[in-house]
């Protein structure tokens, strides 16, 4: 297998370790690297990758074809590499770099997981709401010392289904901003 040939397995390999690493860490609150590096201005690592393989795949379909310039291939291997190296480095010290303080919206979720969060909320607000249902339904037909509590039951499950929803309109807020500003 030639050295070039081998860079689409590495190439392959960063995809999977980037992969992994943007789940545990969530956004950069700024893009990863310099934008004569990488067009992408990705704040999370797996968009990079993909730009360098779209590089590497750049030079071999321009050589296959035959339009692989000389100054175009030393452009483009440079790039590659320059690329590859960035990732590797940014790969092998964000073990070390995990306890450093990082600015506030450093860990911002995928909007993906957003949308998670937000179905998640939906189905607690409909179990709420049936609760709050089953507790009129206690109050209406509680009598003495038992109305006392039935009230409390249904106070308190009114509070959390106001609370949830609260945080659905929050979350909603925050989807709207993140797909505005994307």
Known sequence: MSQFAQLKEKLSQMAYSAEQLDKQRGEHHLPLFDSSLFNCRAKVLLPCVKEATNTYEAISREKQHGLLTTERA?????????????????????????????????????????????????????????????????????????????????????????????????????????????
């Open 74 to 182: 030393e452009y483009l291997s440079e790039r590659l590499l320059a690329q590859i190296s960035a990732i590797t480095r940014e790969l092998s010290t964000a073990y070390f770099r995990k306890d450093e303080p990082k600015h506030k919206s450093y860990y911002r979720k995928p909007i993906n997981a957003i949308y998670q969060d937000l179905a998640k909320h939906k189905e607690w607000e409909r179990q709420l709401m049936e609760m709050v249902i089953d507790r009129q339904r206690a109050l209406d037909t509680a009598v003495g010392f038992n109305l006392s509590q039935a009230q409390k039951a249904l106070i308190t499950a009114e509070q959390r289904l106001q609370r949830c929803k609260d945080a659905i309109i929050k979350i909603e807020k925050q989807i709207t901003f993140r797909e505005q500003h994307q």
